[in-house]
């Protein structure tokens, strides 16, 4: 298996190098940025299909429907539904996401927005205290954050529309039935992450009773994670499709458990829950087409954004991981970011000027204001004020089948395991995703990012999101498919990678692997991961930039296509993730 899969990496990267998308030389990828821990990172190699998952059962999952005649859209969900037993931090149905399809087979790019919607009774205050303030505790960690679940209509509108047709719903829920009423061993991120996060799941008795052991500890790796319940709920979804879930039973033990929190969801609010096909945001860069997604998530906007004004500087002179091309990339997210913060928001109920926001002319004026050797203080950009914090977890995978197919898929509960709650009887974690909201003007929500009057809560709104799914296309075919969790940090994220692959022509593994940075325009500092030479932070430094240590946790799973065949690059960042080839 391994020398297959060393000979089939040869070929690719063989192919890859005829194709023009590896680093000039390797060297390039790694010249002093990457980490020990990343460097020895490597792209897996597949004949036909692949998915990149952050958890590796289902990773595989995903893998085996390709296996058996599956599309991408097939075994993405699959995989979505799967991660929502194995990866509970961030695989859900209790939460939401967004999903970016390269449909071959129907010759249409297209997105589907699964985000959660606020509740019909919300107010625009309601997660002000009482002195008018915003009070943190109701939006982040009480039931008010709960958001309706868009996971389950999400998954299954993407299977009616872009599947095959060879798989039922019933039939891509069989892996996700099977683990969680048989169980899995805890391993990987998942026992990395449930010590540190107990507190929070232990708040409630019918999370406790999952994630602990007899003694009322957290599980330990080796330790069997059982779901029954959560088995029963997907159950009912593979019996009577999404009403098994929106409706009925399920329905009513949700909107019960929320409300006994203290929260406002009812059944009515989960019955008439909507997942949106949408048009992706679409851009160009360097000749290849960008398709991201729209509102109400800004990363498709804030990228294209970027990648406008990065167009117009010719990065790939300069090299990789330099001051001066991490100067401008810091500088274009800056512009981008202040205008996320200032324009957008759900669509449904602000009118955002996209159009503008992703023009090539309006990208060029900002480009002006550019300063090659100086860091424009965010300030100078527009005025607010912020008060900044990381926060932790969603998750991405990325699918590609031997047929031209792609899907880019992130979904999240917001926090690492969402609110912590537990629906008693249906094994469904809850989301706090309505923190993404702005609480009052000039306010920032848990990853910093400011808001204004277009991300105010309101009834059956969409939160602002940073999701960013991602294919990037050329001659109307997939080349690399990517995204990332992250929070605010996901934008950038896809940026760099894109522009290691295709600025910098890095490998994709390493393009993935080597150290990224942040600036959001508020609070004015770059964020930087470890890994970056002293000499490259101190040149930073001297053009004005406030280096701050560390970035927030992100991860990349990423696929580039070749002519011989897909690349897979699992992000090293954190353990568990998994290139899954066939
Ligand atoms: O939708 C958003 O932008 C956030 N709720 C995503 C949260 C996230 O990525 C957390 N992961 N680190």
């Given at each position: 298996?391994?020398?297959?899969?060393?000979?089939?990496?040869?070929?690719?990267?063989?192919?890859?190098?005829?194709?023009?998308?590896?680093?000039?030389?390797?060297?390039?990828?790694?010249?002093?940025?990457?980490?020990?821990?990343?460097?020895?990172v490597?792209?897996?190699?597949?004949?036909?299909?692949?998915?990149?998952?952050?958890?590796?059962?289902?990773?595989?999952?995903?893998?085996?429907?390709?296996?058996?005649?599956?599309?991408?859209?097939?075994?993405?969900?699959?995989?979505?539904?799967?991660?929502?037993?194995?990866?509970?931090?961030?695989?859900?149905?209790?939460?939401?996401?967004?999903?970016?399809?390269?449909?071959?087979?129907?010759?249409?790019?297209?997105?589907?927005?699964?985000?959660?919607?606020?509740?019909?009774?919300?107010?625009?205050?309601?997660?002000?205290?009482?002195?008018?303030?915003?009070?943190?505790?109701?939006?982040?960690?009480?039931?008010?954050?709960?958001?309706?679940?868009?996971?389950?209509?999400?998954?299954?509108?993407?299977?009616?529309?872009?599947?095959?047709?060879?798989?039922?719903?019933?039939?891509?829920?069989?892996?996700?039935?099977?683990?969680?009423?048989?169980?899995?061993?805890?391993?990987?991120?998942?026992?990395?992450?449930?010590?540190?996060?107990h507190?929070?799941?232990?708040?409630?008795?019918?999370?406790?009773?999952?994630?602990?052991?007899?003694?009322?500890?957290?599980?330990?790796?080796?330790?069997?994670?059982?779901?029954?319940?959560?088995?029963?709920?997907?159950?009912?979804?593979a019996?009577q499709?999404?009403?098994?879930?929106?409706?009925?039973?399920?329905?009513?033990q949700l909107?019960?458990?929320?409300?006994?929190?203290?929260?406002?969801m009812?059944?009515?609010?989960?019955?008439?829950?909507?997942?949106?096909i949408?048009?992706?945001?679409?851009?160009?860069?360097?000749?290849?087409?960008?398709?991201?997604?729209?509102?109400p998530?800004?990363?498709?906007?804030?990228?294209?954004e970027?990648?406008?004004?990065?167009?117009?500087?010719?990065?790939?002179?300069?090299?990789?991981?330099?001051?001066?091309?991490?100067?401008?990339?810091?500088?274009?997210?800056?512009?981008?970011?202040?205008?996320?913060a200032?324009?957008?928001?759900?669509?449904?109920?602000?009118?955002?000027?996209?159009?503008?926001?992703?023009?090539?002319?309006?990208?060029?004026?900002l480009?002006?204001?550019?300063?090659?050797?100086?860091?424009?203080?965010?300030?100078?950009?527009?005025?607010?004020?912020?008060?900044?914090?990381?926060?932790?977890?969603?998750?991405?995978?990325?699918?590609?089948?031997?047929?031209?197919?792609?899907?880019?898929?992130?979904?999240?509960?917001?926090?690492?395991?969402?609110?912590?709650?537990?629906?008693?009887?249906?094994?469904?974690?809850?989301?706090?995703?309505?923190?993404?909201?702005?609480?009052?003007?000039?306010?920032?929500?848990?990853?910093?990012?400011?808001?204004?009057?277009?991300?105010?809560?309101?009834?059956?709104?969409?939160?602002?999101?940073?999701?960013?799914?991602?294919?990037?296309?050329?001659?109307?075919?997939?080349v690399?498919?990517?995204?990332?969790?992250?929070?605010?940090?996901?934008?950038?994220?896809?940026?760099?990678?894109?522009?290691?692959?295709?600025?910098?022509?890095?490998?994709?593994?390493?393009?993935?692997?080597?150290?990224?940075?942040?600036?959001?325009?508020?609070?004015?500092?770059?964020?930087?991961?470890?890994?970056?030479p002293?000499?490259?932070?101190?040149?930073?430094?001297?053009?004005?930039?406030?280096?701050?240590?560390?970035?927030?946790?992100?991860?990349?799973?990423?696929?580039?296509?070749?002519?011989?065949?897909?690349?897979?690059?699992?992000?090293?960042?954190?353990?568990?993730?998994?290139?899954?080839?066939?």
């Amino acid at each position: 298996m391994s020398s297959y899969l060393t000979r089939r990496t040869l070929l690719a990267v063989i192919a890859t190098l005829a194709l023009g998308l590896v680093p000039a030389t390797a060297q390039d990828a790694r010249r002093g940025y990457v980490p020990a821990a990343r460097d020895a990172v490597r792209a897996v190699a597949a004949e036909h299909g692949m998915v990149v998952a952050q958890e590796k059962i289902s990773a595989q999952v995903g893998a085996d429907i390709l296996r058996r005649g599956g599309n991408a859209v097939d075994a993405a969900v699959a995989t979505g539904f799967a991660m929502a037993v194995t990866y509970p931090r961030a695989g859900n149905i209790g939460g939401g996401g967004f999903m970016v399809i390269h449909s071959a087979d129907r010759n249409e790019d297209i997105t589907i927005d699964y985000r959660e919607t606020a509740p019909a009774a919300t107010t625009p205050q309601i997660f002000l205290g009482p002195d008018g303030k915003p009070d943190v505790t109701k939006s982040r960690d009480s039931a008010l954050g709960i958001g309706v679940p868009g996971t389950v209509a999400g998954l299954a509108l993407a299977l009616e529309k872009y599947g095959s047709g060879r798989f039922t719903l019933t039939q891509l829920l069989e892996p996700a039935i099977a683990l969680a009423r048989d169980g899995f061993v805890v391993s990987d991120d998942l026992a990395d992450t449930l010590p540190s996060w107990h507190r929070r799941l232990a708040r409630w008795p019918s999370s406790a009773k999952i994630f602990s052991r007899p003694d009322g500890t957290p599980l330990v790796q080796g330790d069997r994670l059982v779901q029954a319940d959560l088995a029963a709920t997907l159950s009912a979804v593979a019996a009577q499709g999404p009403r098994g879930f929106y409706e009925g039973p399920v329905a009513e033990q949700l909107a019960k458990a929320v409300t006994d929190a203290g929260g406002i969801m009812t059944p009515a609010d989960l019955k008439t829950y909507q997942a949106v096909i949408r048009a992706p945001v679409r851009g160009t860069y360097r000749g290849y087409d960008i398709v991201s997604m729209p509102l109400p998530s800004s990363g498709g906007v804030v990228l294209v954004e970027t990648l406008n004004i990065l167009e117009g500087f010719q990065l790939a002179d300069l090299k990789q991981g330099s001051a001066a091309s991490l100067h401008l990339l810091i500088e274009a997210m800056k512009r981008a970011y202040a205008d996320r913060a200032r324009y957008l928001g759900d669509p449904a109920f602000v009118k955002a000027p996209i159009e503008t926001l992703t023009a090539k002319d309006y990208a060029a004026k900002l480009r002006a204001g550019i300063s090659t050797d100086r860091a424009t203080p965010s300030k100078e950009l527009v005025s607010a004020a912020t008060t900044p914090r990381e926060g932790s977890n969603t998750t991405h995978f990325s699918v590609v089948d031997g047929r031209g197919n792609a899907v880019s898929n992130t979904y999240t509960l917001n926090f690492s395991y969402g609110v912590g709650l537990v629906a008693d009887g249906t094994g469904v974690l809850l989301n706090n995703e309505l923190d993404d909201f702005t609480a009052a003007v000039g306010a920032s929500n848990a990853y910093g990012l400011v808001g204004f009057e277009a991300n105010l809560p309101g009834p059956g709104k969409r939160p602002l999101s940073s999701m960013s799914p991602t294919i990037v296309l050329r001659d109307g075919k997939p080349v690399l498919v990517t995204g990332s969790p992250g929070g605010s940090r996901i934008i950038s994220t896809v940026l760099q990678v894109i522009v290691n692959v295709l600025d910098y022509r890095m490998d994709v593994a390493a393009a993935v692997a080597t150290p990224r940075l942040h600036h959001q325009w508020l609070p004015d500092e770059v964020r930087v991961e470890s890994g970056f030479p002293s000499d490259v932070l101190g040149e930073l430094k001297a053009m004005g930039h406030v280096i701050v240590e560390p970035m927030g946790q992100t991860s990349a799973n990423s696929i580039l296509v070749t002519s011989s065949g897909p690349l897979g690059a699992a992000d090293p960042r954190t353990r568990g993730a998994e290139a899954s080839g066939q």
